[in-house]
């Protein structure tokens, strides 16, 4: 069929939807392109909103992934504010909550991920926060505002990305906050303890409270307001407002209902393969929602060999979208983008790439000056490096994911050392990113 008359859908009016819709449009595809999204607003970013756009630092215009007028402009039929509740793959047709019938040739899931919930008693009060929305966002900065001219107390459920984020913008509003976490170290699960401790200093000097070893049990409340947290090892905390920053769940549902295969374990996501299709070859997944089957990077260990990974990170959704559109146009893609993310919190920017949580790494190596935190760690297995972390050092990336994705063995020294460059230790192997 020729591409005029081809519908190409995309559900999910996020990062990942709207880079591939764009991406449609710029490989030249001169069909119908559909984005249906159920939020009302024009699709964002969403990283601002556990930072610059919760201090009120960005102001709303500067989330939005593009201009209202540019989906018209670039003939996108944008459809805000609806749920799509059904699709049939033998009919090739959506159904939106609304009850309206949508056909697509090819299509693309990209309908992202949302907060976990606690599950505990007291989460119906009023001051019981999540954040992934702008609305979420909207709410939680108005309360921040609130807590800081009243000397008042957050707590945090998750010393993850967000919820450290979360606790860096309330300090800056003056809030008093507490950040209770099941592991002995913020980003523990993520990082290990090594680095996670670096974290834990960094938030304290900052006035930030932990609570490791621990978990919400009840969130306390009186007259329909949160007034304490009781943790799961019998202490008790004084809290205004919570956060809930326990991770997100794949929105798996619609591709669990239409059978597609999902990837095994909690929280696997949609299982697509190095071209991003799923197991319907009609139907493409990006982003958060998306598991993709990669050779890992992780030259030996328990990480190595054939693995699936959902990564839930914004440079993914940024470049997952445009690689499946350019699939989805029979282009030839392989997905293998080492991954990557970026955090601020008070003064400090990182970036990290790779994945190396606790139990793949045997050793952490640290090129910089650590106290100051302007350095670079480095996680390695067997002197194989498998992930990075750039802190208060710019323009490394590149090299960092060389070295990652050389699988070349690294003398740790010299790893270490400021003095050697470090592109002259991945052998350069490795070979530039695909997708
Ligand atoms: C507060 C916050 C801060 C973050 N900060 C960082 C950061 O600093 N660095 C970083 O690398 N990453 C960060 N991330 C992660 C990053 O934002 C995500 O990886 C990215 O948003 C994923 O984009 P996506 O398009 O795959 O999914 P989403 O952004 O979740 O978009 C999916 C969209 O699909 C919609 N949808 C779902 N189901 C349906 C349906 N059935 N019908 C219609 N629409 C549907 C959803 O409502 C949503 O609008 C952050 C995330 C959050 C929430």
């Not at 009302?40 to 209202?68: C, I, N």
């Not at 919400?216 to 205004?240: C, F, K, N, W, Y």
């Amino acid at each position: 069929m020729v591409d005029a008359h081809r519908t190409f859908v995309i559900v999910g009016g996020g990062l990942a939807g709207s880079k591939a819709a764009e991406a449609l449009r710029a490989e030249g595809f001169t069909g119908r392109v559909i984005l249906i999204g159920d939020e009302r607003d024009h699709p964002y970013e969403r990283p601002p909103l556990s930072k610059g756009y919760l201090t009120g630092a960005d102001d709303r215009d500067s989330v939005f992934v593009h201009e209202p007028a540019w989906y018209a402009g670039a003939d996108i039929e944008l459809h805000l504010g609806q749920t799509v509740v059904g699709l049939d793959r033998a009919d090739k047709t959506l159904r939106l909550g609304v009850g309206t019938r949508v056909h697509y040739d090819t299509l693309l899931l990209a309908t992202g991920a949302e907060p976990r919930r606690l599950d505990i008693p007291g989460t119906g009060h009023v001051g019981v926060h999540h954040l992934r929305r702008l609305a979420h966002a909207d709410r939680l900065r108005g309360r921040l505002t609130a807590l800081g001219q009243e000397n008042g107390q957050l707590v945090i459920a998750g010393a993850g990305w967000i919820g450290l984020e979360v606790a860096a913008a309330a300090r800056s509003y003056g809030a008093e906050v507490t950040v209770i976490e099941p592991e002995p170290t913020p980003l523990h699960t993520v990082i290990g303890p090594e680095m996670g401790t670096l974290f834990a200093d960094l938030h304290q000097e900052h006035g930030v409270r932990f609570h490791f070893g621990a978990r919400l049990a009840e969130i306390v409340g009186q007259d329909g307001m949160v007034q304490s947290v009781r943790t799961d090892d019998a202490d008790e905390h004084p809290a205004h407002d919570v956060l809930a920053a326990i991770g997100a769940a794949p929105r798996t549902a619609l591709a669990e209902s239409a059978g597609l295969e999902l990837a095994p374990g909690p929280g696997g996501g949609i299982a697509v393969d190095s071209s991003l299709r799923t197991s319907d070859p009609d139907i493409y997944a990006a982003g958060d929602v998306a598991s993709m089957a990669y050779q890992s990077l992780h030259a030996t260990g328990p990480a190595s060999g054939e693995k699936s990974l959902r990564v839930e990170h914004w440079a993914n959704a940024l470049n997952s979208g445009p690689a499946a559109a350019r699939a989805m146009l029979g282009r030839d893609v392989t997905y293998d983008r080492v991954p990557y993310f970026f955090s601020d919190q008070y003064d400090v920017g990182l970036e990290y790439s790779g994945y190396a949580p606790p139990g793949t790494y045997d050793q952490v190596v640290c090129r910089g000056d650590v106290a100051k935190r302007e350095f670079i760690a480095f996680w390695l297995r067997d002197n194989h490096v498998l992930a990075g972390m750039n802190m208060n050092v710019w323009d490394v990336t590149a090299p960092v994911q060389e070295l990652i994705r050389s699988k070349s063995p690294v003398d740790p020294d010299a790893l270490a050392d400021p003095d050697v460059p470090l592109s002259a230790l991945s052998g350069g192997g490795g070979g530039a990113p695909k997708g």
